[in-house]
């Protein structure tokens, strides 16, 4: 109609004849007329328009199905019709075509008869209400990749009037997160030296007097001491028994670090030496949470550190540490240039430190003999990512009550580094392995092998043990320990 208007003010000018001028205005308020009804129409419809999005559940597994809705519903019959487009997050794969209650069901006009691969991931599934109706239900299934928070963005509403002449696109409605998790590995298994200590690390115990985590000492029961806190484990081991003392209560700042680097992904899918300690580390964030304590996180990377966020005690630093604990992967071996410029450890270096540890106590006891060859050491400690974001950590940040460090045991010689910085800080010291030979595939085949690098573990795990505020504990897929040992028992002794 706009061009029919368009060609009759033309002719008028083109032809003289001035009788075309007034059809042509008759035609231009027609149009604007029109136009001034749709957009009150428009603005009716959305005053009536209520646009949901619901899921099943609010969180979800990676690569597991989670079916979103979305409802789209009318209070009053509107002579328009709409179109209402799901907004997906790109990072979530679309499975399947949905299914569609009342309405019309459709994925994108040009995208019809396209398989999911094929079709762009711009916009997302929509239902359409013709003039009249007032309903109109669609879900579909997606799927996450990644572990996170992935938001769906409001939906997308487009009105148009019947003629088609007019439009009119906006967004309505409330966005929908969804929280995708982890595979979390079944067997988990905390403990010393295949010996579960902790039955679901960060739940409550009844030997715990305090709440919260917190760093317990061991010591040799003396008459008066409450039954309930008998270590029993520990006084089958050691014959006599044992009692673990607990801190009260009070408020402790904990700074996690969290080691995320290429050889943390090893292991079967869901059940990798990262899957595995994730679970410890939000259990520790999870209990500091509970008790309002400052929690932070320091995770490294094969370049260095991926995050530094400081102990904090508002719910959005909990979130924040939560969600970069829940999203870190196993990183590559890349190194950038600000990792290159670092100053190389060098056998003279190392000599230093070997120098500066005469002291008799049981730390410098412990990392002697890691430094007295200095060419190997200063090879070991050449590339240490573990370290340097823990001393980058320690120079902005004040020293937390308590560290927790959780790596595995691809390279000691770093790990007792990094022990000893966060040592010097002056709080307590909780270290949380996962032995390689419980990861690796076949790790278990050659059983002799198999038992003499646990054994190699073990004796490193009671050596940071016996280090001044310092806890160690195994973090292992608990078949695999009991495997281990099993055998072992079983094999007559040579």
Known sequence: MAVVGALLAFSAVALERPVLVVGAAGVGAWLVSRQYAFVRAAAATRSALRVEQETERPAALVRRPIPVSFRVRLAWPSALALRVEQRPPVSMRRSGTGRSVAGHSDIGRSDAGKSA???????????????????????????????????????????SD?????????????????????????????????????????????????????????????????????????????????????????????????DHRASLGDGPEGATKLDYLRQVALAVARDAHDRDDPVGLYAVGDGGATEL?????????????????????????????????????????ARRMAEDLTGTDDFAATLRPYVESADDYA????????????????????????????????????????????????????????????????????????????????????????????????VAPGNRVDAVLDERRRRPKT
Do not use: C
């Open 117 to 159: 691969s094929e079709r762009p991931r711009v916009g997302g599934p929509a239902v359409t209400l013709p003039p009249g109706e007032i309903a109109a239900e669609r879900t579909d299934t997606y799927e996450a990749q990644v572990a996170g928070d992935h938001a769906f963005d409001p939906p997308s509403v487009t009105v």
């Open 162 to 258: 019947p003629s088609g002449l007019f439009s009119q696109r906006f967004t309505h409605g409330t966005g929908r997160t969804v929280a995708v998790e982890p595979r979390r590995p079944r067997d988990l298994h905390v403990g010393e030296g295949g010996e579960q200590v902790v039955a679901a690390y960060g739940g409550q115990s009844e030997r715990r007097r305090g709440s919260g985590l917190e760093f317990a000492e061991l010591r040799k029961y003396v008459t008066g001491d409450p039954a309930s806190e008998i270590d029993w484990k520990t006084t089958a081991r050691m014959g006599e028994p044992y009692v673990r003392e607990y801190e009260t209560e009070t408020t402790n700042s904990t700074a996690i670090v969290f």
């Open 309 to 349: 966020l400081r102990p904090g005690a508002k719910e959005d630093r909990y979130d924040e540490v939560r969600r970069a604990i829940r999203e870190a992967s196993p990183t590559g071996t890349d190194r950038g240039p600000e990792r290159n410029q670092k100053q190389t450890v060098t056998p003279a270096t």
């Open 379 to 474: 090879s070991q400690l050449d590339d240490r990512p573990l370290v340097e974001t823990v001393r980058v950590a320690d120079s902005r940040f004040r020293n937390a009550d308590s560290s927790v460090l959780l790596t595995d045991d691809a390279d000691l010689a770093e790990t007792l580094e990094t022990v000893k910085l966060l040592h010097r800080g002056g709080g307590r010291v909780l270290v949380f392995l996962a032995p390689g030979v419980l990861f690796e595939s076949g790790g278990l085949a050659d059983f002799e092998r198999a038992y003499a690098r646990y054994v190699e573990f073990e004796e490193f795990r009671r050596r940071l043990e016996r280090l001044d505020r310092v806890s160690a504990l195994e």
